[in-house]
């Protein structure tokens, strides 16, 4: 199912997903480099406001970049958008790279939050607009993969360029993330526009042209084509009798169960504490027990490894186990690897307070086997999120609107996402210090719960196409008796006869 064309689209689209990753990733390691710090603050250190302001300024662009793609997606098209999102991201990096001082680099983390946060919402709606229902989950997964490929790829750069003396140490890291968003900006110019939104703009043949390309080889006849065509047609003439004009509306009627399993999903998506481990890995190696500094730096690196292989299963499988079972069982192994992780540093370590600051730290010095069963786990936990909710927290946001409010929606999604990232970067390195081991229960916990909501209250998005979200959404709100083989027997059987007809 599905052609080249539709592929090598999408996996180009999610080279957007590559500069979120990138940018991400690479901070930290630049943050510790000498002639970094005294670029920006005169003297060899950065104190923890500097720090956090660095870091958490890309996270506030993000956020209002998201909200800002959406209406440029409606007006301007998807396509559009990112070709806008990537011409940003890339001054924002100029920015940083060139940076002379602290208030240009936090000014370029600022410009490169705008266009990260708004390819971020962007990318997997144009995908999702281009997919067809049966791997629509696997082509978004790919800008999940892109994301960790991006994190991973500038770790290493990070790490390869520690060693060089004077300005390059940073200013090469910062620069590489120039290419990726120099090439999605011209590439962009040879992308389809969504079928969808051409149909929403009355552009009918170019979306019958592009459905043909993307689906068929360019058989405008071909009847799957023509259902699709006609299927989005009598849904966009559904939706101008009941349509929503301002973001309230979204939170009002039958729309308001979709915004709020949408935020929530994003929510949750951070709560999970996978950042935690991202942003803090050598700190939180340190914890568990590694004592050395490029041990540490080898275990986060290995971090970001297993982050990459462990989310090629769900661009394999997403579509076939579907959205509910992946979630259910990654929040469950993140649960388990959390809970017994916190559990164990708990009843074998050390709380050593610093007199000075009364912060905490556990020792685990004397017990090797529990601290690499500590280690252990948190690649489990990793490897947890990166085939679940890592992927499925871009996806089902991305297919559950109705198109008249697709952009507004999931730039809200995308921007709570964004929120609650920075709210994690801020509270977890006070979590670390204040209640140490506590903080891998915590999330623990949040993770339990996130399996018992999804199991009673997200439907199964696998298999429907996104104009069948309708039905999806409308029967009752608790969902754990639904048959998912089969939640729309109505639209499955106009498909069923269409493929029959075909054959
Ligand atoms: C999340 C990021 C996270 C990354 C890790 C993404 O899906 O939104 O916050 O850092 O996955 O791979």
Redesign the pocket.
């Known amino acids: 199912m599905g052609t080249f064309v539709l592929y090598a689209v999408c996996a180009f689209a999610a080279i957007g997903g590559f500069c979120f990753g990138y940018d ?1 990733g690479v901070i930290s390691g630049v943050l510790t480099m000498e002639d970094f710090q005294i670029t920006m603050v005169g003297r060899d250190y950065l104190n923890s406001m500097q720090t956090a302001v660095i870091t958490g300024l890309l996270l506030a662009g993000c956020f209002v970049g998201s909200l800002l793609a959406g209406p440029s997606a409606e007006y301007f098209s998807r396509k559009i958008t990112i070709i806008i999102s990537s011409f940003v991201f890339v001054v924002g990096a100029a920015i940083q790279t060139a940076a002379n001082g602290y208030d240009m680099m936090i000014a370029g983390r600022f410009v490169a939050g705008l266009g990260v946060g708004a390819l971020s919402m962007i990318v997997p709606l144009y995908q999702s607009e281009l997919a067809p229902k049966e791997i629509r989950g696997r082509l978004i997964a790919l800008q ?1 993969l892109m ?2 490929i991006g ?1 991973m790829v500038a770790f290493w750069i990070g790490a390869g360029t520690q060693h060089i003396t004077g300005p390059s140490s940073w200013r090469i890291p910062l620069g590489i993330q120039m290419a990726p968003g120099v090439v999605l900006f011209f590439g962009t110019f040879f992308l389809p526009y969504s079928p969808r939104w051409l149909l929403s703009k009355g552009r009918n043949a170019e979306a019958l042209s592009v459905l043909a390309k993307l689906h068929s080889a360019g058989d405008e006849s071909n009847p799957l084509v023509v259902a699709e065509y006609e299927e989005i047609i009598a849904q966009i003439e559904l939706e101008r009798a009941v349509a929503v004009g301002s973001y309230l509306e979204l939170f009002q009627g039958k729309l308001c169960r979709r915004m709020i399993l949408g935020i929530t999903i994003q929510i949750f ?2 709560f999970t504490g ?2 935690s481990i ?1 942003y803090y890995a050598p700190t939180i190696f340190k914890q568990a027990g590694i004592a050395d500094t490029s041990a540490t730096l080898i275990a986060s690196g290995v971090n970001g490894v297993v ?1 990459v292989l462990a989310t090629i299963p769900a661009v394999l499988y997403l579509d076939r186990l579907g959205r509910r079972f992946v979630m259910m069982s990654g929040a469950a192994i993140m649960g388990t690897a959390m809970i017994l992780c916190g559990a164990v540093m708990g009843g074998t370590g050390v709380v050593i307070t610093d007199k000075a600051t009364g912060d905490k730290s556990v020792d685990m010095s004397g017990n090797t086997s529990a601290s690499y069963f500590c280690i252990v786990m948190i690649y489990i936990f990793v490897s947890g999120f ?1 085939y679940s909710w ?1 992927p499925v ?2 996806v089902y946001p991305a297919e559950i609107y109705p198109l008249s409010v697709r952009a507004k929606g999931t730039s809200i999604t995308t921007a709570a ?1 964004w929120l609650m ?1 920075f709210v994690i970067s801020l509270i977890c390195p006070v979590m670390l210090v204040k209640i140490t081991w506590g903080t891998y229960i915590f999330f623990g916990c949040c993770c339990a719960l996130m399996a018992t909501v999804v199991f009673f209250f997200f439907p199964e998005t696998k298999g429907k196409s996104l104009e069948e979200m309708e039905s999806v959404f409308s029967g009752s709100i608790l969902c754990h008796r639904q048959k998912y083989n089969n939640p729309t027997p109505e639209f499955d059987s106009v498909h069923d006869d269409e493929k029959k007809e075909i054959a």
């Open positions: 991400i999940q994301i960790t994190i998506q951070q996978m950042n991202m982050n990166a890592g927290g871009w996402n990232n």
